[in-house]
Protein backbone atom coordinates (compact mmCIF):
# COMPACT_ATOMS: atom_id res chain seq x y z
CA UNK A 1 0.00 0.00 0.00
CA UNK A 2 1.54 3.21 -1.06
CA UNK A 3 1.31 6.54 1.10
CA UNK A 4 -0.59 9.47 0.00
CA UNK A 5 1.42 13.05 -0.65
CA UNK A 6 0.80 15.89 1.51
CA UNK A 7 1.74 19.44 1.18
CA UNK A 8 3.82 20.91 3.84
CA UNK A 9 2.75 23.77 5.65
CA UNK A 10 4.61 26.12 8.65
CA UNK A 11 4.47 29.05 10.64
CA UNK A 12 6.33 30.77 12.92
CA UNK A 13 5.25 31.86 17.01
CA UNK A 14 3.46 35.76 16.06
CA UNK A 15 1.98 33.94 13.03
CA UNK A 16 -2.07 34.07 12.26
CA UNK A 17 -1.66 31.56 9.95
CA UNK A 18 0.06 28.57 8.57
CA UNK A 19 1.61 29.20 5.05
CA UNK A 20 2.39 26.62 2.41
CA UNK A 21 6.67 26.19 3.02
CA UNK A 22 9.43 24.84 0.81
CA UNK A 23 11.65 22.07 3.22
CA UNK A 24 14.66 22.39 0.67
CA UNK A 25 14.93 25.79 0.67
CA UNK A 26 13.51 26.21 4.19
CA UNK A 27 11.79 28.70 3.16
CA UNK A 28 7.98 29.92 2.51
CA UNK A 29 6.75 30.06 -0.83
CA UNK A 30 3.99 32.48 -2.15
CA UNK A 31 1.56 29.58 -3.59
CA UNK A 32 0.94 26.08 -3.10
CA UNK A 33 2.36 25.17 -6.23
CA UNK A 34 5.47 25.73 -5.29
CA UNK A 35 4.90 23.84 -1.20
CA UNK A 36 7.04 20.57 -0.83
CA UNK A 37 4.81 17.41 -1.16
CA UNK A 38 6.13 14.30 0.98
CA UNK A 39 4.47 11.18 1.76
CA UNK A 40 2.74 10.82 5.09
CA UNK A 41 5.84 8.02 6.13
CA UNK A 42 6.37 8.12 10.29
CA UNK A 43 10.06 8.33 9.01
CA UNK A 44 8.95 11.77 7.52
CA UNK A 45 6.86 12.91 10.05
CA UNK A 46 9.57 12.37 12.82
CA UNK A 47 12.04 14.72 10.27
CA UNK A 48 9.53 17.37 10.53
CA UNK A 49 9.15 17.14 14.46
CA UNK A 50 13.28 17.32 14.66
CA UNK A 51 13.28 20.48 12.53
CA UNK A 52 10.42 21.81 14.70
CA UNK A 53 12.37 20.72 17.74
CA UNK A 54 15.41 22.79 16.43
CA UNK A 55 14.04 25.48 15.52
CA UNK A 56 11.98 25.75 18.58
CA UNK A 57 13.30 29.74 19.54
CA UNK A 58 11.35 30.79 16.72
CA UNK A 59 8.64 28.24 17.50
CA UNK A 60 8.48 26.82 13.90
CA UNK A 61 5.69 24.27 13.44
CA UNK A 62 4.55 22.43 10.47
CA UNK A 63 1.14 20.83 9.54
CA UNK A 64 0.59 18.14 6.45
CA UNK A 65 -2.48 18.80 4.67
CA UNK A 66 -4.56 16.59 2.06
CA UNK A 67 -7.04 18.38 0.76
CA UNK A 68 -7.28 21.05 2.91
CA UNK A 69 -8.11 18.53 5.85
CA UNK A 70 -5.04 18.75 8.29
CA UNK A 71 -3.66 15.07 8.66
CA UNK A 72 -0.63 15.81 11.03
CA UNK A 73 0.79 18.94 13.33
CA UNK A 74 4.04 18.94 14.99
CA UNK A 75 3.91 20.18 18.52
Given at each position: ?36 MIKGTI ?7 EISNEN ?20
Amino acid sequence: MSEKWFVVYARLDGDKCFRAFDIREGQFVGRVMYASMIKGTIENKKMLQEISNENRHVGLKFQLRNGGYVVFQTK
